[in-house]
């Protein structure tokens, strides 16, 4: 089993920055891909981004391309979203996620994660 925690959310103002961390323990030498989805009141779960556990291979919604980025430090079993120019729209609840399936395309199999995390709450202020 895995376990994914989640730290990081809190209320920033639009253009601020926020780094979301997501700590994952258990069997975590089975994972492969790791990602982050957002889910706003009122709207499904999305796609945000992931990684492969190589590194080699990075997607993301097209909402948040060149302003957030997904990182990940395998040392200490930590996964990163480094959030930029945030944007009222950003406003969300973020779950890390885990899979052991792997892509050379990361976004092709994240969406089916077996592992999820509780959740971090962002919001921001226009």
């Known amino acids: 089993q895995v376990q994914l925690v989640e730290s990081g959310g809190g209320s920033v103002q639009a253009g601020d920055s926020l780094r979301l961390s997501c700590a994952a323990s258990?069997?975590?030498?089975?994972?492969?891909?790791l990602g982050w989805f957002r889910q706003a009141p009122g709207k499904e779960r999305e796609f945000v981004g992931c990684?492969?556990?190589?590194?080699?291979?990075?997607a993301y919604a097209e909402t948040v391309k060149g302003r957030f980025t997904a990182s990940k430090d395998n040392a200490k079993n930590m996964l990163y979203l480094q959030m930029n120019s945030m944007k009222a729209e950003d406003t969300a609840a973020y779950y890390c996620?885990?899979?052991?399936?792997?892509?050379?395309?990361?976004?092709?199999?994240?969406?089916?994660?077996?592992?999820w995390g509780q959740g971090t709450q962002v919001t921001v202020s226009s």
């Open positions: 258990g069997l975590t030498l089975s994972l492969n891909t």
């Open positions: 990684i492969n556990w190589n590194g080699v291979s990075t």
């Open positions: 996620a885990a899979t052991r399936h792997y892509d050379i395309s990361c976004d092709r199999v994240i969406g089916d994660a077996e592992y």
